[in-house]
């Protein structure tokens, strides 16, 4: 019974030691990091916006077609 109760309570503690293992890891990017990463983040955003706009403009004439215009 003992050992069933080491193991659980030692779940939490590889937890916080893994969490803190990788705060300490971590780093602040640069200036040039982020506006590289928000650039990159923008083009996604235009590029998947785009092709939502395009799938709309070819779904409503087919869809039209389809129901009939209903």
């Known amino acids: 019974m003992s050992e069933k109760l080491q ?3 030692e779940i939490p503690q590889e ?5 803190n293992q990788f705060l300490t890891r971590c780093t602040k990017p640069s200036r040039k990091e982020f506006l590289q990463i928000s650039r990159a983040v923008a083009i996604g955003f235009a590029v998947m916006g785009f092709i939502g706009y395009f799938v709309k403009l070819i779904h ?3 869809n039209n077609i ?4 209903a």
């Open 7 to 9: 193991e659980v309570l």
């Open 15 to 19: 937890f916080v030691r893994d969490g």
């Open 60 to 62: 409503i004439p087919i």
């Open 66 to 69: 389809l129901v009939g215009g």
